[in-house]
């Protein structure tokens, strides 16, 4: 019914620049919260960063200052610009998304997850 679809990941050096984006299509009625949830290997998903519908966001400590995401509502995409990258931002990251269905109007929402786009960070 909703497809989430990631692009952006890659290899980069420390200290580099990437910028990851998600849309999302489907029998979708409204999108509350968009975001970016990463898992690095033998560790737990983790989020990233999120923004609302209303353009509040969220981010992980780790992240503050040095990613920014933003979002676009009639679109319903959402892009996380992440710069100076740390091999520890080495992860697979989620594209997320919380969301009603056309079905189903206000009544429930649900929770989508992309595919994972990896980000490598090494020199």
């Known amino acids: 019914q909703v497809q989430l679809v990631e692009s952006g990941g890659g290899l980069v050096q420390p200290g580099g620049s990437l910028r990851l984006s998600c849309a999302a299509s489907g029998s979708i009625f409204s999108i509350y919260a968009m975001g970016w949830y990463r898992q690095a290997l033998g560790k737990q998903r983790e989020l990233v960063a999120t923004?609302?519908?209303?353009?509040?966001?969220k981010y992980a400590d780790s992240v503050k200052g040095r990613f920014a995401i933003s979002r676009d509502n009639d679109k319903n995409t959402v892009d996380l610009q992440m710069n100076n990258l740390k091999p520890e931002d080495t992860a697979v990251y989620y594209c997320n998304a919380d969301l009603y269905l056309q079905s189903t109007g206000w009544d429930q929402s649900y929770e989508y997850w992309g595919q994972g786009t990896q980000v490598t960070v090494s020199s």
């Open positions: 923004v609302t519908t209303a353009g509040s966001t």
